[in-house]
């Protein structure tokens, strides 16, 4: 399976190397769709995987609240982050390899996985992954994660929807677009809808709108 291009990699190693504005997609604290998906439910003994996990507070709440956990993240600066911040002492078990209690998190390019890498999948939570990507990168992660997944497996989707379109991540994403790339093998269903004025891209960037959405989706083949 082909790889992430240097080009990508190197955006993003850049970008956790300069902080501030060029990862302000982290968010310090639990996100709000993630409290969703504990309040229906779709945590109880769940294997939750989180591509492009970053640093993100919405894996140690999974841990708490789920089976398993496997976060997968490309830059090694974010993962050491996340350990120093949380003040984890993680396992080692092998190169590229971290665990803390039921939480693993593989310092791994997420297009050359494979299920044995990550185990049995219940639930797969996007926050700002598949928006991560260009356009034209967007089909090939989408078919990179769902080869991870089985029948019955559940995909959370969060994304921006925002005027006019920018040039650089995370890019504009709405539902015609969700559907285009998952409706082939994925039951979609438009959980969420929410404008968004006080987001700070919309000052930032001189935006007209932005919406964040929400997207449950269930493998059905």
Known sequence: MSTIPRVETQFWIDSWQEGG???SFHLPSVHPHARLLAEQGLLDDANVLVPLCGKSADL???AAHARSVVG???V???IEEFVADNGLTPE???PG???VGNLTILHRDLFELTRDDVGQVDLVYDRAALIAFPEDMRPQYVAAVTALTSPGTWYFVNTLEYEPALPSPPFSVGPERIAEYFGAEFEVDHLLAEPRPEHRMVEKFGL?????HGFLLRRFR
Do not use: G, I, M
């Open 21 to 23: 504005s060029k990862t």
């Open 60 to 62: 140690l709440f999974f």
């Open 72 to 74: 997968v993240e490309l």
């Open 76 to 78: 090694d600066q974010a």
């Open 92 to 94: 080692r078990p092998r």
């Open 97 to 99: 390899v971290l665990t």
């Open 208 to 212: 007209t709108s932005l919406v964040e």
